[in-house]
């Protein structure tokens, strides 16, 4: 298995202007074929946040690529979850309230 800084290496070095996702990600399998998608997304963010003085250009490609491919689906968007709230524990609800 590849490292996550090789992956986002070879994604620097293959990553062109107007580049389709399913291009580059086909690109990154050729050089690591045993990557997953998940994985080569992880490597896109990374190689943004890891960067080293590339082309402005360049991390918008990379950046478009990670954002689109995050997604479970290619024709869903990712929907935010639904935080849920905790019931207080201890709370005695009206129908077993002692009466007096």
Do not use: C, W
């Not at 996550?4 to 074929?33: D, F, Q």
Request: no cysteine; charged share 30%.
């Amino acid at each position: 298995m590849a490292s996550l800084e090789a992956i986002a290496n070879t994604l620097r070095s293959v990553a062109a202007s107007g580049m389709k996702p399913k291009a580059l990600l086909a690109a990154v399998r050729e050089r690591h074929p045993e990557a997953t998608k998940k994985e080569v997304v992880r490597a896109a963010f990374y190689a943004l946040t890891e960067s080293h003085g590339d082309a402005p250009q360049h991390f918008l490609d990379l950046h478009g690529f990670a954002i689109t491919e995050r997604a479970p689906d290619d024709n869903e968007p990712v929907k935010p979850a639904k935080l849920r709230r905790k019931k207080k524990d201890g709370k005695v609800g009206a129908a077993e309230r002692p009466v007096h």
